[in-house]
């Protein structure tokens, strides 16, 4: 099976965009239309106000919106796995290498969207930072998500940030029929030497 190969794209850096200029924030309720505003204008899978609504109001996520001083400009929807809030980081690994189970708490990206008139001026980057850092401040090992094989530019994204390729989902997404690449992003090295 091919895949394209992340190392052969081309990452593209842009610095136009002043980091104090957009901040990010968690995501509100009240944030919803203009999430499905930027989830239409993207053309990212469907989800219904209520799914929003649902996941916003989920504990184990990490819901962030970017914001300017006078706009909504992106957003990023992650749930997490795995969470056992009574133990440390270290007992958990000790636990899972007695055990052999994978219950390193995992983050899994299901969307995320930058305003088109926002787009290529780093708050994707600043959206994933941001991310990447709560998963490291929940202890989670991994970071997960699924983009469209086609999706070169989601591709280019996500490697420029450290993501790989690990398999891929047949027939995974509609509207078009198409293939899913699954990519992962790894926090920390839990493996024993």
């Known amino acids: 099976m091919f895949f394209p190969s992340i190392n ?4 593209i850096k842009k ?41 916003i109001a989920n504990e184990n996520s990490i819901n962030l919106a970017a914001v300017t001083k006078s706009k909504f400009v992106g957003f ?6 795995n969470l056992n809030k009574t133990d440390n980081f270290e007992t958990q690994i000790c636990k899972n290498r007695k055990s052999n189970d994978d219950a390193i708490p995992e983050a ?17 980057t600043l959206l994933i930072k941001k991310l990447i850092e709560l998963c490291r401040k929940q202890m ?5 998500l ?9 591709l ?19 509207h078009p029929l198409e293939e899913a690449l699954v990519m ?8 024993q030497k």
């Open 8 to 11: 052969s794209m081309r990452f």
């Open 15 to 55: 610095n136009t965009l002043d980091d104090a200029a957009c901040s990010t924030r968690i995501l509100k309720q009240a944030d919803i239309k203009d999430v499905m505003r930027l989830q239409k204008d993207s053309g990212l899978s469907h989800w219904s106000f209520e799914d929003y609504q649902k996941h």
């Open 76 to 81: 990023i929807i992650c749930r997490l796995t």
């Open 108 to 124: 899994e990206i299901f969307n995320i969207a930058v305003d088109e008139n926002f787009q290529r001026e780093r708050i994707g």
């Open 140 to 144: 989670v090992g991994s970071v997960w």
């Open 146 to 154: 699924e983009v469209r094989f086609s999706n070169f530019k989601a």
């Open 156 to 174: 280019n994204f996500y490697g420029f940030h450290g993501f790989e390729i690990v398999y891929s989902r047949k027939n995974y997404y509609h």
């Open 184 to 191: 992962k992003l790894d926090l920390v090295d839990v493996k």
